[in-house]
């Protein structure tokens, strides 16, 4: 990930209008964005957009490619969110929601979606930079975890194709089972490819005769 300093940051606005409407501003909301941007500016963030929360937003996400997405919302947030969410399904990015909603099921709801920080009347241009590098910590250690358990995942199904495959070998060739290893790890060595996949395609090739 980027230095903290050069990250490309998108700000969502929760009461901006779409685009070609016009609607009476809302004056906190104002001041609130008013903060936020000051903050990022004055800590030498990168704004690279102020976006509504609205159904392109994963379509500009997926164009802008940000390092982060900072949801500004002054209460519920919930269909902002599932838009942010959605835009980050398949490549996953820090998501920062500064708040006035103390209702903990919201605060709950947003952590399950994958907020990395959320943060209630917490919009204080000294407070921005903190609340970035906890994020970004915490965004990093999640990744780490998820990438750890997918590591773990594959190896168990590696580990149960080869138990089958060597079943296979035990039952139609009547070896033991140290030879039917044997014979899959002679196998991989000779093709240059692992032992799951060589247990792999022997199932498959029995599969078809089948």
Request: glycine share 4%.
């Amino acid at each position: 990930m980027n230095d903290i300093r050069s990250l490309r940051i998108i700000v969502v606005n929760t009461i901006m209008p779409p685009d070609g409407e016009q609607e009476e501003p809302d004056w906190n909301q104002v001041e609130r964005a008013r903060a936020l941007r000051i903050g990022l500016l004055e800590a030498g963030y990168n704004i690279i957009a102020v976006l509504p929360g609205d159904i392109h937003l994963p379509e500009r996400v997926a164009q802008l490619q940000p390092d982060m997405i900072i949801i500004d919302a002054e209460s519920d947030a919930r269909d902002v969110l599932e838009h942010v969410v959605f835009a980050t399904r398949d490549e996953p990015r820090p998501i920062v929601l500064f708040t006035e909603d103390h209702d903990r099921s919201s605060m709950a709801a947003a952590m399950d979606a994958g907020v990395s920080a959320y943060v209630v009347a917490g919009l204080h241009s000294e407070r921005i930079k903190p609340v970035l590098d906890v994020a970004m910590a915490r965004f990093a250690s999640e990744q780490k975890l998820r990438a750890e358990l997918s590591d773990v995942k594959l190896k168990l199904a590696e580990r149960k194709t080869i138990e089958r495959a060597k079943g296979l070998l035990m039952e139609r060739h009547k070896i033991s089972e140290d030879e039917a290893y044997r014979k899959l790890r002679n196998l991989a060595m000779n093709k240059n490819l692992k032992l799951s996949e060589v247990a792999q395609r022997m199932l498959d090739v029995a599969h078809l005769l089948i």
